[in-house]
T-cell receptor, first 116, second 112 residues
């Protein structure tokens, strides 16, 4: 299957600081990338959809000024959690879609964010 | 609101048995259905996808889809302790909307 890589896999940051998470498609060009968040014992919730070269589309209830998404190239999207707070601690996972429309079923390895 | 429902479990089966996981969805326009396995602390891993009514088999796994009943299932034959994980059902609507809607997952425990 398609390979999607996330970095870092774990990050601990202080409350009030910002954290950047990278999502890369390694063997295909990702026209669209999806960012999910998963709280403990909960399912994945889509946060936003980003298309290369354009603004991200955020799901209802997700603050776009807090979760900044940049999809500047066909292989890289970044999610920046600004002014992080303990309630932002979660597992963040990305997936990416190419022009065939099937690769979005494959996820990156996820990033465990802990805000202290 | 589009919903995907799964029995949260836990579902416990003995090693070698068949594990049956079920999922129902509310959006009749859904066209693609996915089963994922997620180990604790890890990202979901795609097991199978199915688009057409009927059965689809891949090794020990069989996905079954009944669009009339809005029901999709996953059977795991010869269950192994390594199959112990949370199984997530995901549904994608048709058209240009490629969003996946996930169920909350079913925790499966295979006892040696």
């Amino acid at each position: 299957g398609a390979v999607v890589s996330q970095h870092p896999s774990r990050v601990i940051c202080k409350s009030g600081t910002s954290v950047k998470i990278e999502c890369r498609s390694l063997d295909f060009q990702a026209t669209t990338m999806f960012w999910y968040r998963q709280f403990p014992k909960q399912s994945l919730m889509l946060m936003a959809t980003s298309n290369e070269g354009s603004k991200a589309t955020y799901e209802q209830g997700v603050e776009k000024d807090k979760f900044l998404i940049n999809h500047a190239s066909l292989t890289l999207s970044t999610l920046t959690v600004t002014s992080a707070h303990p309630e932002d601690s979660s597992f963040y996972i990305c997936s990416a879609r190419d022009r065939t429309g099937y690769t979005e079923a494959f996820f990156g390895q996820g990033t465990r964010l802990t805000v202290v | 609101q589009k919903e995907v429902e799964q029995n949260s479990g836990p579902l416990s089966v003995p090693e070698g048995a068949i594990a049956s996981l079920n999922c129902t969805y509310s959006d009749r326009g859904s066209q693609s259905f996915f089963w994922y396995r997620q180990y604790s602390g890890k990202s979901p891993e795609l097991i199978m996808f199915i688009y057409s009514n009927g059965d689809k088999e891949d090794g020990r796994f069989t996905a079954q889809l009944n669009k009339a009943s809005q029901y999709v299932s996953l059977l795991i034959r010869d269950s192994q302790p390594s199959d112990s994980a949370t199984y997530l059902c995901a549904v994608r609507s048709g058209g240009s909307n490629y969003k996946l809607t996930f169920g909350k997952g079913t925790l499966l425990t295979v006892n040696p």
